[in-house]
């Protein structure tokens, strides 16, 4: 099994075609033709990471967010990205990142969020590049009780939000920064939005508009995609052997 194997495999579930323009995707770093026997899935690919799949004996790291997005004009030590390219290479581990394709797909990042939320009839939100997508609670919860619900089943150190004024039945989720899809949500009949990095002005606007809007944390919206990942890919591959990542996001509390 190569490492152009695996990712031929996610290609054909979550096409780089279906990724938002300049959204840099795919084998990131390393020889598609090498054989791969370990793998290692995680939400980033941190110097952390690389060292605790070096340490696992893995050769490839799956990865959500890009290593590399912007061009890299020099690779000195002493900053992360290049840090873990470096460690990367040194230790022959490949790395395949997923970003938008991985979100907008079918049981990918949003569609995750919804199941660990409890969402059910789960749908497409109308007008968010096929990423955004909304759901119902099988009963209406308090906007307490929705938050304790949230934070629960995210495992999120903590929630920044809007006023709570009403009962929540109706919920949109985008996991990460889809904080402007807060107008979809209101158009359509939403009454709780959860994503995260939420700037101060959209909680003023959504709280005018009667939203609970909900900043989850990036990390704690999107890592529930890595475990049904890890998961599918082992039914896949059961010849290989599928470890996730225990390193967290560098962001993990609110104060």
Known sequence: MTVQAVFDHINARFPVSSALPGDNIGILAGDPAAEVT??????????????EAAQMGCVLIITHHPLIFRPLGRVNPGHFVTDALTALLKNDIALISMHTNLDAGADGVNDCLAAALGLQDVELLPDAEGIGRMGTLPEAMDGDAFLRHVKVSLDAPGLRHTPVTGDIRKVAVGGGACGDYWEQAVAAGCDALVTADIKYGMFSYAAHAGLLLIDAGHFSTENTVIEPLGESLQQAFPELIFFISAVHGDVTCFA
């Open 38 to 51: 370990r793998v290692m899935l995680a939400l980033d690919c941190t110097p952390a990471v690389v060292q």
